[in-house]
């Protein structure tokens, strides 16, 4: 019990900061980046279980990205185009900057050699994939163009690390690895399994046993075991229960993140000039925002598209440290340099945690000037749509707003108007014969780009993922001018008054609610035959 006491000790003081960052409105992953360093400072050190935690928490969420994942997407030239273009660009801008620094004499970096300089500038081209899928999915909006586009960046980015690493002689596959190419054929095979297992522990367990097996299997065989739970995490993507599967996962996975997260912290002394040195390398993350900004309007995304897009990858990436740590075993640069990344990366992260919080407000205050930078043409997915004649629109397609529509659909007819960002979903409701669109409802251009005219609407629907984003909504509706209804779905009682505060008229309660709907189907099929005073004897 006396050799668990640091590790407990780390937890508790993970909770502890993560919920005093909460309280002002920042991510809980700040608070733990937090703890990392306080408990450095106290003389703490990574223990053996939130190494294990860190290790596991990473091949959980690149597992997750890979249930996700369709390859085709990455064909996009809005992400391999982006991806590669941005990676030899901000490398020669780092690389650049960095020589310059180390011919006017700065500090440490005068002693880097030109092959030490242009590994930090390759080092720092990479955004962080931990970093940018957990704000994606406390904003819940995985699914949305702007994520998928993102995510997409960050895989070529991981590719391009992987290939380095085989490059460097860090990590050589073996001949055998040709063999996973087996298991291709077996896609069938794992989905088939996937659907026995149901929807309790056992597709827990079979969630766990492919992600952490086929990573160890791909590291005897010399590839990085992380990219192969993304691997096989995409071989069981198109099932229908990988998204169960993934919901599933999701605690487990936001639990040995924390040992990340607090690693990093843990692995940097707090240094007066490795401060100084960390603050000036984070100097090139707003150059890389702003670049990723430019590209993605280049290759014709909407304003908001790219803004959103550039903000998720405006951070360093722990890759960042893998990179350096190979360079380090070879000597082409000092092993202090990954204290300067380990506190650049962390402090990137608290810097990029409320800008990503708050993305939606900063769009809609910067709005007209964003605008200015769009280039004419749009892809397909952000093209203009006229929806016909609609009174009523349901935000959000998921089981909820499914059911919603349709409950309204049989009354109304065509006047409803589903709406969700999931193309897939999208695609399967119209398939189904449903009135349904690809949008956003936190998007201030929703309105332009689908041409409603919200005088017309009668009620709006909102059963998004999240209390935060019906917030933001119908705030972008209130501000927009609509006076119409809105409802929204909640799922705890604090939900209901933030949604009201907005300006939400009825809000629904999934758990308030269901025992009355539950008893109301049972009076009116059950017991619809027996005189009233009769039920209440029952």
């Not at 030109?114 to 962080?128: I, P």
Request: hydrophobic letters at 55%; proline letters at 4%; glycine letters at 10%.
């Amino acid at each position: 019990m006396h050799g668990l006491l640091p590790d407990l000790l780390a937890i508790v003081l993970a909770l502890l900061a993560g919920l005093v960052v909460r309280a002002v409105h920042l991510p809980p992953l700040v608070g733990f980046l937090a703890a990392g360093f306080l408990l450095h400072a106290l003389g703490g050190t990574r223990t053996p279980l939130l190494t294990e935690f860190a290790e596991l928490g990473i091949t959980l969420l690149l597992f997750t990205i890979g249930l996700k994942l369709r390859p085709a997407s990455l064909l996009m030239p809005q992400i391999w185009g982006v991806g590669a273009l941005h990676m030899i660009l901000v490398t020669a801008l780092g690389s650049g900057f960095l020589f310059l620094l180390a011919m006017a004499g700065f500090g440490r970096i005068a002693g880097l050699s030109t092959e030490a300089v242009v590994l930090l500038g390759f080092a720092l081209s990479f955004s962080s994939t931990v970093f940018a899928i957990k704000a994606l999915e406390e904003q819940g909006e995985t699914s949305s163009l702007y994520a998928r586009i993102a995510i997409g960046v960050l895989i070529v980015q991981d590719l391009a690390a992987v290939l380095y690493l085989a490059a460097s002689g860090g990590k050589l596959p073996s001949v055998w690895a040709l063999g996973l190419l087996l298991l291709i054929p077996m896609r069938p095979v794992l989905h088939r399994v996937l659907a026995w297992s149901g929807r309790g522990e056992l597709q827990v367990l079979f969630g766990l046993t492919i992600a952490l097996g086929g990573a160890w299997i791909c590291e005897q065989l010399g590839v990085k075991g992380d990219l192969g739970a993304l691997l096989l995490g995409a071989l069981l993507a198109g099932s229908p229960r990988t998204a169960d599967l993934a919901r599933q996962l999701t605690a487990f996975k936001d639990l040995f993140l924390v040992g990340f997260f607090m690693g990093i912290g843990l692995s940097a002394p707090l240094s007066l000039e490795s401060l100084g040195l960390a603050a000036l390398v984070l100097l090139l993350v707003p150059v890389k925002t702003l670049l990723f900004f430019l590209l993605f309007l280049r290759f014709h995304l909407r304003a908001r598209t790219a803004f959103m897009a550039a903000l998720a990858l405006a951070n360093i990436s722990e890759f960042g440290l893998i990179v350096l740590s190979i360079g380090a075993r070879d000597g082409v640069i000092g092993s202090e340099w990954m204290v300067v990344m380990a506190l650049a990366l962390s402090m990137s992260f608290i810097i990029a945690a409320p800008l990503n919080a708050h993305a939606h407000a900063f769009y809609s205050r910067w709005r007209g000037w964003l605008h200015r930078w769009e280039r004419p043409g749009r892809i397909p997915e952000e093209a203009d749509i006229d929806p016909g004649d609609v009174q009523i629109i349901v935000f959000g397609m998921g089981r909820v707003g499914t059911g919603a529509y349709d409950a309204m659909r049989n009354r109304f007819g065509r006047a409803v108007l589903g709406v969700d960002v999931d193309e897939r979903k999208v695609a399967r409701h119209q398939a189904e014969g449903r009135h349904v669109i690809r949008g956003s409802a936190t998007d201030p251009d929703f309105r332009e780009r689908v041409h409603l005219d919200l005088r017309r609407i009668s009620v709006i629907m909102l059963a998004l993922p999240s209390a935060e984003e019906m917030r933001i909504a119908t705030q972008l509706l209130r501000q927009a001018g609509y006076r119409g209804r809105i409802t929204a779905t909640a799922h705890y009682e604090e939900e209901e008054g933030l949604l009201r505060d907005a300006g939400v008229d009825e809000v629904y309660n999934f758990y308030a609610e269901a025992g009355t709907g539950f008893a109301d189907t049972v009076c009116a099929r059950l017991l619809c035959d027996l005189p009233e005073q009769e039920q209440g004897k029952t």
